[in-house]
């Protein structure tokens, strides 16, 4: 059964940090794509972050302050967030890709993110 199980969300007051944790089962997760979205209320869900094998790409809105990361041995990636901001708040998914003959896709439950005063 696959899972993708995130964790590390909460409130945090802006300038500070938080960071996101997904735990992967029940696929090969070194052959995957990771990615984080995130979802604003009353917005569509954007791609914040990406990682594959050796490369890493970010949402204009979040470089030099988000850095993506993956542990293929512990079959984990993570999101370190610095200076948040008010804007960061959304509901956080981690979501595992990879394009054979078919695309195949995993989407987490996600985790709340609050960045406020």
């Known amino acids: 059964q696959v899972q993708l199980v995130e964790s590390g969300g909460g409130l945090v007051q802006p300038g500070g940090s938080l960071r996101l944790s997904c735990a992967a089962s029940?696929?090969?997760?070194?052959?995957?794509?990771m990615r984080w979205y995130r979802q604003a209320p009353g917005k569509e869900r954007e791609l914040v972050a990406g990682?594959?094998?050796?490369?890493?790409n970010y949402a204009d809105s979040v470089k030099g302050r988000f850095t993506i990361s993956r542990d293929n041995a512990k079959n984990t990636v993570f999101l370190q967030m610095e200076s948040l901001k008010p804007e960061d708040t959304a509901v956080y998914y981690c979501?595992?890709?990879?394009?054979?003959?078919?695309?195949?896709?995993?989407w987490g439950q996600g985790t709340q993110v609050t960045v406020s005063s």
């Open positions: 979501n595992a890709y990879r394009r054979l003959l078919t695309t195949i896709t995993y």
């Open positions: 029940g696929f090969t997760f070194r052959n995957y794509d």
């Open positions: 990682i594959t094998t050796d490369t890493t």
